[in-house]
């Protein structure tokens, strides 16, 4: 299969790479752009939110995404949260409430609920746990993951 060049803005850095049409957009952000931040839990297949990153502000899983289909878009990955080496709200509420154990689901999931709580602000615990679904965690149970999004939302003066 042929190779195309593609423009992706990352966390506002520019990478232009020729890339095998088929790329899956997970592996450029890890291989091409060196940001490790985003994992790959299931072997893309879409399940497990690890590889979770905002395109145009809109959370996707990069593993369900070709490069090219990224080409001219700009992403955010987890590298790409804290500005200035300042913590966003909920990236401290998840390390004050201890919401992760081994991490590897962590990046994933800060993605996605920072875009949730944009949307949500003001968040009860059934709708956090909703949000979840898409994000697999083995390790923490989730109770501690629910108590640090609640918290960053109240601390947001959701
Ligand atoms: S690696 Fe993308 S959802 Fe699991
Ligand atoms: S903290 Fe280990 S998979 Fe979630």
């Known amino acids: 299969m042929s190779n195309q060049t593609v423009t992706i803005t990352i966390n506002g850095e520019a990478y232009e790479e020729s890339v095998p049409q088929r790329m899956l957009l997970v592996d450029f952000i890890r291989d091409k752009a060196a940001l490790t931040g985003t994992h790959v839990g299931c072997t893309y297949e879409g399940v497990c939110g690890a590889c979770t990153v905002h395109l145009d502000g809109e959370a996707v899983k990069s593993c369900l995404m070709l490069a ?24 401290k509420s998840f390390n004050e409430k ?61």
């Open 68 to 91: 090219v289909q990224a080409d001219g878009h700009e992403l955010t990955t987890v590298e790409g949260l804290a500005q200035g080496g300042e913590l966003t709200q909920l990236q």
């Open 98 to 158: 201890h919401a992760l154990q081994c991490g590897y689901c962590t990046p994933g999931i800060l993605m996605n609920m920072t875009e949730f709580l944009k949307d949500n602000p003001k968040p009860t615990e059934e709708e956090v746990r909703r949000g979840l679904v898409g994000n697999l965690c083995r390790c923490t149970g989730y109770q501690h993951i629910v108590e640090a999004v609640l918290d960053a939302a109240d601390k947001q003066g959701g």
